[in-house]
């Protein structure tokens, strides 16, 4: 007969957890879903992933699997224009939307660059519109492997089974999706040349929204989300596995505010459309409470910048 193991929090290896149960809300689909909180550094873990995941990422709506939209010849001349401005001289007026990361990795144009839990690929395909040339997405939910061009692939499967070695790797909310996080950073230690930087955005436990709000925060999202960090717990974790943590920051948007209000209010995210509920002046107060948030350190997701030793 088997043991039961007793419980221990994948960030910090604590014993000591608080469960508690949430429900799947995006879809409106419901259940009862156990989780833990960690009594040590805080951090959240879905206690038993579901047998059959698949069903609640559904592809006609999760936006990770939306058809990817590509840009004509003249449209891609242009980006990679400002693009180049951008990385030479930082100036706001030629910030893509995602300048405030990619900035921070400061990539070389050849730079060999992973994207690990990429769906569609639409984040890899504008780096290539931009001029990247070395461009992977993993991602064992995709339907096949999709060669987009000779700068970029989309692969239908985990890092650890590619044979490549990265300049970069990111993971764009896709950590909170993984159950086992010492498994997945160890891969892509591995998988990082010497100097090599990791970027993972996520949502994080520290968030002000789920000390208030608890099982009704949009970010817990379960089933989905299978772990959720604080940043004490990710920084134990990466460290005992040898990366550097050299950045955290803070980039929440008002969607903690009016996600979770949207479940307050008993409606699932495809139900409502958030201009029905709020009016123009009440999200543009719930933008600069975001803002405040992420500079006082009490928003619901980060950006964590890793390196590995050279």
Known sequence: MPIDLPKSCKFCGSSSLISFE?????????????????????????????????AYYSNSEYYSFLPLV?????????????MNLFLRTNATVFEPI???WLKKLAPDFHAKIADVGCGNGQLLYELYASGFTDLYGFDPFIEKDNVINSSLQLLKQRIEESDTSFDIIMMHHAFEHMENPTEILNACFDKLNPGGKLLIRTPVADAAVWKEKRELWVQLDAPRHLIIPTISGFEKISKAIGFNLDEVLFDSTAFQFWGTALYERGFALHQKSVNDVFSKEELVALDKKALRYNQEGKGDQVCFFLSKPI
């Open 22 to 54: 949430g429900s799947e809300r995006m879809f409106g689909m419901g259940g009862t879903f156990a989780y833990s909180e960690c009594e040590g550094c805080k951090s959240i873990q879905l206690d038993e992933v579901p047998t059959d995941l698949s």
């Open 98 to 100: 995602y300048g405030y």
């Open 70 to 82: 590509q840009s004509s010849y003249p449209r891609r001349v242009f980006k990679q224009i400002r």
